[in-house]
């Protein structure tokens, strides 16, 4: 049982090129998030799913895209990168009954 | 606009002793409260938690408080272990049915020295 697993695990871009992060979970959960960690500003909401084929902005959408073909995975796409968009980025599920998440590891992106 | 506020970046607590861990929103619609716990290059765990209608919730050595009317709730770790050391998030829940979530602060970085 894997939990919640994040591709890749670190990263390096150039400004304007576009990545996929992908995140997979195996425990059938229903809704599953991307939040942002930055030094001084915490984990902020980038986008979240409450269930297959949905998708809904959090608090910081901007610069980014998701999709959720799939229950068990969430993809978080930035199209145009931006060293404002260098950060740590943690994806989470939860089931629908549950108020706690499960993060995974996390991935560590750099633009220059 | 932070609604989610944890005012001390860090902290430093001998070993055997009490570390208080503070956290105050804003937002009166948050109805459930939750601390995680990070180490580094790993994602935040999950640690206690407690519902608004409540006061007092405790798990071992942790013991998590609040209070409604000053919108605040603390973390009290006891004793203190080395262990412990980590950046513990305070979160709270908001959001209509079915599209709740969670709203981190912006954590605290507790040391425990031996």
């Known amino acids: 049982n894997a939990g919640v697993t994040q591709t890749p695990k670190f990263r390096v871009l150039k400004t304007g090129q576009s990545m996929t992060l992908l995140c997979a979970q195996d425990?059938?959960?229903?809704?599953m998030y991307w939040y942002r960690q930055d030094p001084g500003m915490g984990l902020r909401l980038i986008h979240y799913?409450?269930?297959?084929?949905?998708?809904a902005k959090g608090e910081v959408p901007d610069g980014y895209n998701v999709s959720r073909l799939k229950k068990q995975n969430f993809l978080l796409g930035l199209e145009s990168a931006a060293p404002s968009q260098t950060s740590v980025y943690f994806c989470?599920?939860?089931?629908?009954?549950?108020?706690?998440?499960?993060f995974g590891s996390g991935t560590r992106l750099t633009v220059v | 606009d932070q609604q989610v506020k944890q005012n001390s970046p860090s902290l430093s607590v001998q070993e055997g002793r009490i570390s208080i861990l503070n956290c105050d929103y804003t937002?009166?619609?948050?109805?459930?409260f939750l601390w995680y716990k990070k180490y580094p290059a790993e994602g935040p765990t999950f640690l206690i938690s407690?519902?608004?209608?409540?006061d007092k919730n405790e798990d071992g050595r942790f013991t998590v408080f609040l209070n409604k009317s000053a919108k605040h709730l603390s973390l009290h770790i006891v004793p203190s272990q080395p262990g412990d050391s980590a950046v513990y998030f305070c979160?709270?829940?908001?959001?209509?049915?079915?599209?709740?979530?969670?709203?981190f602060g912006t954590g605290t970085r507790l040391t425990i020295i031996p």
């Open positions: 989470a599920s939860k089931i629908q009954t549950n108020y706690g998440y499960t």
């Open positions: 425990m059938n959960h229903e809704y």
């Open positions: 799913s409450v269930g297959e084929g949905t998708t």
């Open positions: 937002n009166s619609m948050f109805d459930y």
């Open positions: 407690i519902s608004s209608i409540k």
């Open positions: 979160a709270a829940r908001g959001g209509l049915f079915g599209n709740e979530k969670l709203t």
